[in-house]
């Protein structure tokens, strides 16, 4: 109980530590904060994120070590950490399950480990302790994002982490692409590249024919479909430096229309 108390201080910080360490004693107290609690819908959309930022922070490192971009990469590592940690408090203040309790202690724990590995500098060995560390995060991020998901029991629930999880696969591609180019568990990297477009097409499809959907969703949807065809073009260019900084930048947008989508999803599980 001592190491798993200090884990959670190491991740979380003041008023999250103290949330999510009653809730340890206690799954379904209130949290400590004076803070608004999540929503579900928030809740399910914020772990997703997490696993999103998992990717992101690692294709941001590899821009940064291969000067692909280097100021924008420096920025985007440092929002994406940031915004990681800041997202771990919130998460810390809704703990309905223990299954959700016991995802966010493994979760804080990982996170710990690949944000010191973040902060190492470039070279064939530390960038190959990142490929191992972003991994472990990825998946105790999901972990946690199931958790919320069967806690809610809902079909839009599910949609949520659908549509958050191509987030996710959007810089997962980037970030693999990245990998190989690097030179650092290049054939896993190609390999795991194919299996992430796979799956971010047919993620796609089902989002699109779900009945749930409103016209703006379509719409939105639409316009993530077309910048999905960008980023399969810029992927069939090669490595050369233009097409890399093209799947920067192709990432990037997809990120952003998925997160509108995402967004839009959480508002209707308020109103359905």
């Not at 530390?126 to 191992?132: K, T």
């Given at each position: 109980m001592i190491r798993r108390r200090e884990l959670i201080k190491a991740a979380f910080g003041?008023?999250?530590?103290l949330a999510l360490s009653k809730a340890m004693a206690a799954?379904?107290?209130a949290p400590a904060s004076s803070e608004p609690m999540l929503s579900l819908a928030q809740a399910i959309n914020k772990a997703g994120r997490q696993r999103m930022l998992s990717q992101r922070c690692a294709k941001a490192w590899l821009m940064k070590a291969m000067s692909v971009m280097p100021d924008k990469a420096a920025e985007l590592l440092q929002s994406s950490m940031q915004l990681f940690d800041a997202q771990m408090q919130e998460l810390s203040r809704l703990q309905p399950t223990a299954e959700v309790q016991t995802a966010l202690v493994q979760l804080a724990a990982d996170w710990q480990s690949y944000r010191?590995?973040?902060?190492?500098?470039?070279?064939?060995d530390?960038?190959?302790?990142?490929?191992?560390r972003n991994e472990a995060v990825l998946n105790a991020a999901h972990a946690a994002t199931l958790a919320y998901e069967r806690s809610?029991?809902?079909q839009v629930g599910r949609l949520i982490n659908v549509a958050g999880r191509?987030?996710?696969?959007?810089?997962?591609?980037?970030k693999f692409v990245f990998f190989a180019r690097y030179g650092v568990e290049a054939k896993a990297s190609v390999d795991a590249l194919a299996v992430a477009r796979d799956?971010?097409?047919k993620a796609l499809d089902l989002l699109k024919a779900a009945p749930q959907n409103t016209a703006q969703i379509n719409n939105e949807?639409?316009?993530a479909d077309q910048q999905w065809f960008f980023f399969q073009n810029a992927l069939g260019e090669g490595n050369s430096p233009k097409s890399m900084q093209v799947i920067a930048t192709t990432s990037e947008r997809i990120l952003e229309q998925l997160n509108l989508v995402v967004g839009l999803y959480e508002q209707l599980a308020t109103t359905s």
């Open positions: 003041g008023v999250g530590a799954p379904a107290a010191a590995a973040l902060l190492v500098p470039p070279s064939p530390s960038a190959a302790q990142l490929y191992a809610s029991g809902t191509q987030r996710m696969l959007s810089q997962r591609m980037a799956e971010f097409a949807l639409a316009l």
